[in-house]
């Protein structure tokens, strides 16, 4: 099961002005295929040639550090496009909410906590929403690590790698973080990966 870039779910300039059809295109393109096309290149002959992304995510953390990288990063930006949808933001689906509210301290708190993650992970990384023992936590990774490899399921990710931002916001990170979090993300997703995080 090699690995495959996958289609964008919308148009290039579907998501501006928070995020420029420019970054999609050399996000999506050029990084995301990078990722793509090396950890092909690093799986051929492996005994991870054909495990599904989540199985080489995990079996190479620790283990083998440039597939790893590639992997792992391949498995947030599959789900990073989804995360994302035009006129997103907005109402976070009910039974998603009072889980939030219950574990986090309400909507409010949570989406400051999750801004705070991202604009206070240094360097390249991403900030999270995971369940982790059925519970709901905010996490922030390095570089192309993720949930996943800390026994939790990521249901929501930001990538503050700054290819992600830079065009756009230059170095004010906080603002991509708030334009995320209240205009982009497609909580639909966020609450189908929930669900199947529960299951």
């Known amino acids: 099961m090699a690995f495959t870039l996958p289609e964008l779910p919308y148009a290039y300039d ?43 995510v995990k079996a190479s953390y620790g283990q083998n550090q440039a597939l790893f990288n590639n992997a792992g990063q391949h498995y947030n930006h599959i789900h990073f496009w ?36 991202g604009v206070s992970q240094f360097g390249s990384g991403w900030a999270w929403l995971a369940v982790k023992n059925g519970k ?14 800390h026994g939790a399921k990521p249901i929501l990710g930001v990538d503050v790698w700054e290819h992600s931002y830079y065009i756009d916001y230059r ?20 609450e189908k990966m929930y669900g199947e995080a529960i299951a």
């Open 171 to 190: 170095n004010r990170r906080p603002d991509y973080l708030k334009a995320f979090i209240e205009n982009l993300v497609n909580w639909e997703h966020v």
């Open 82 to 117: 989804q995360w994302m949808k035009p006129n997103g933001g907005g109402a976070i689906p009910g039974a998603l909410e009072k889980k939030i509210a219950e574990d986090l301290g309400g909507t409010d708190k949570f989406k400051a906590d999750f801004i705070q993650a």
């Open 136 to 149: 709901l936590e905010i996490m922030k990774t390095p570089n192309g690590e993720n949930p996943l490899v």
């Open 14 to 56: 579907a998501l501006q002005p928070y995020m420029s059809k420019e970054t999609l295109e050399f996000h999506h393109d050029k990084h995301h295929k990078a990722y793509v096309d090396t950890g092909n290149k690093l799986l051929e002959g492996s005994e991870l040639a054909g495990k599904s992304v989540e199985e080489v």
